[in-house]
Nanobody, 124 residues
Framework: QVQLVESGGGLVQAGGSLRLSCAAS??????????MGWYRQAPGKRRELAAT???????NYADSVKGRFTISRDNAKNTVYLQMNSLKPEDTAVYYC????????????????WGQGTLVTVSS
């Protein structure tokens, strides 16, 4: 099985910055992950896309975070990052890491894999 473990959440004042990390691990070796991304879910709202990045480095951002968030990944470490700048109170949410089409020692995983989430709280 493959697991995603997020870190880097916390409390920050509006205008501040945080960097989230998400590392994929497996029993065995991970050979490739197609797309990795970050989604977020604010209290009482549906989970929504924040940003995604393909193994080739193609990125996609929600309009609400464009120009403020930057997604990146280290394929050798099977890790994806989300640099969040100019944070706003409306960015407060649980941020979930996501990965799909994973090839590892145990074969292929075509379904999406999710992390447990990390809470980001932005105070005004």
């Amino acid at each position: 099985q493959v697991q995603l473990v997020e870190s880097g959440g916390g409390l920050v004042q509006a205008g501040g910055s945080l960097r989230l990390s998400c590392a994929a691990s497996a029993s065995g070796s991970i050979f490739s992950i197609n797309t990795m991304g970050w989604y977020r879910q604010a209290p009482g709202k549906r989970r929504e896309l924040a940003a995604t990045i393909t193994s080739g480095g193609i990125t996609n951002y929600a309009d609400s975070v464009k120009g403020r968030f930057t997604i990146s990944r280290d394929n050798a470490k099977n890790t994806v990052y989300l640099q969040m700048n100019s944070l706003k109170p409306e960015d407060t949410a649980v941020y979930y890491c996501n990965a799909d089409r994973i090839r590892y020692t145990g074969g292929w995983i075509y379904r999406e894999v999710w992390g447990q989430g990390t809470l980001v709280t932005v105070s005004s």
